[in-house]
């Protein structure tokens, strides 16, 4: 039987054997044990020799469904999932580094992930080089130096700077390090980085993949063996993605597909349209030809994604005046729905650095973070002009 489209797995993929009493969708299981009359059944499935669950924090029929959903859709051997993004990323990288350990990464990678980097890390003795994203040769001299983690974070959150992430993974494979990519701004739509020579992949499924922001989830995909060892890193540590966030997260993905080509779609038309803007001093956005990594991102992802963000004069005073014109867009600490979300980094991604750190990071205090929906594109269109022409004429004299 030929493979199915990714449009048909994401619908179907992960489901058959969740299904109970003659139901189309998976149920939300919220038992928390699992019993057994047979005490050798029991053990066999406790220690996993024989398939099935036996409490909540380890494994639930619902989560499994999820888990093997974005498994698939990502073409790995294996999935595990967690309470959030960040407990995902945590956990992945609590089961890979121990002390003494050296890690490199970029400096462009979510505000979270690199407070991980440069406070939680450092103070358990794990070397931490950070390197100037986009910059191939410099990472790829770090790299060589030894490290047991090279992790990766394209399009990077919120500056969308991208990494080639097949040289990456190729340069970490040399020095037989672990290599780890954050997928969730191009979801496995747009881009499958195990395709790519990565060996683990992370997801907040928070964002995309379940697509309405009303349920909190991460999830690690990479090989059975690698997998594994993150799983029971999680299960005793307690991460678990609840049942119910499971199966929001179930419905969300069956329109994954949809959605993100609209939003792909959307984000390209309004980073041009943003252009035309005297308050706007740039637009980053891999899809467009002037982006310093668009040949990257091109040849390694199927499309752009629906993400990007824009500087504009006047820093905060100018974002604290524009924002709260738009009509179609929700001012939040979120990305990835099917409304669109603008921000600035200073209260989203990176709302736990200081200004200074943000700065280092090349994230200026009037950088918009803008997460395109899948609303009608004119009419955020108009939306963005009406706002930008709300400005105090002062502002825009000043500029």
């Known amino acids: 039987m030929r493979e199915a489209k990714f449009a048909t797995k994401s619908i179907w993929a992960g489901e058959k054997d969740q299904l109970a009493f003659g139901a189309t969708q998976v149920p939300v299981v919220h038992s928390v044990s699992f019993g057994y009359d047979d005490m050798d059944d029991w053990y066999e499935v406790a220690i996993g020799n024989k398939k099935g669950h036996i409490y909540g924090r380890n494994t639930n029929p619902t989560v499994e469904a999820f888990e093997e959903k974005i498994r698939i859709l990502e073409g790995a051997e294996a999935a595990t999932s967690f309470s959030t993004g960040m407990a995902a990323i945590s956990n992945t990288l609590g089961t890979l580094l121990r002390p003494g350990d050296r890690i490199v990464s970029i400096k462009d990678t979510y505000g979270g992930t690199n407070k991980i980097f440069t406070e939680f890390l450092p103070q358990q003795n794990i070397d931490v080089m950070l390197c100037d994203t986009g910059d191939h040769e410099a990472i790829e001299q770090e ?11 394209s399009p990077t959150n919120p500056t969308v700077k991208i990494t080639d992430i097949k040289r990456m993974a190729q340069a970490g494979k040399a020095v037989g390090a672990t290599v780890v990519v ?19 992949v992370i997801h907040s499924a928070t964002k995309f993949l379940g697509g309405h922001a009303d349920a909190l989830g991460g999830a690690v995909c990479g090989s059975k063996e690698l997998v594994e060892k993150v799983y029971h890193y999680r299960e005793i540590n307690g991460a678990t993605l609840d049942p ?16 993100v080509e609209k939003q792909n779609k959307n984000a390209k038309e309004i980073a041009e349209y943003l252009n035309q803007f005297d ?3 740039g637009v980053y956005y891999p899809g467009l030809e002037s982006h310093p990594g668009h040949d990257i991102a091109k040849a390694q992802m199927k499309g752009f994604g629906g993400m990007l963000s824009f500087s504009v004069k006047g820093g905060v ?4 005046h524009l924002l709260p014109k738009l009509k179609y ?31 280092a990071m090349g994230i ?26 709300a400005l105090p004429e002062n502002m825009v004299l000043q500029s």
């Open 279 to 281: 308050m706007v001093e």
């Open 182 to 200: 954050d997928n969730t701004f191009a979801t496995p739509v747009n881009q499958n980085p195990i395709e790519l020579g990565v060996d683990l």
């Open 143 to 153: 790299i060589a130096k030894g490290c047991k983690v090279l992790y990766l974070e």
């Open 329 to 359: 867009a929700n001012r939040a600490a979120n990305l990835g729905s099917v409304e669109t979300i603008v921000g600035p980094a200073r209260t989203t991604s990176h709302v736990e650095c200081t200004p200074a750190e943000r700065a």
């Open 244 to 259: 119910m966030a499971a199966y929001l997260l179930l419905r969300g993905m069956k329109t994954l597909h949809l959605r």
């Open 317 to 320: 005073d100018t974002v604290r």
């Open 364 to 389: 200026p205090e009037g950088l918009i973070r803008y997460s395109a929906g899948i609303e009608d594109i004119e009419d955020l269109k108009h939306d963005l002009e009406q706002a930008f022409h």
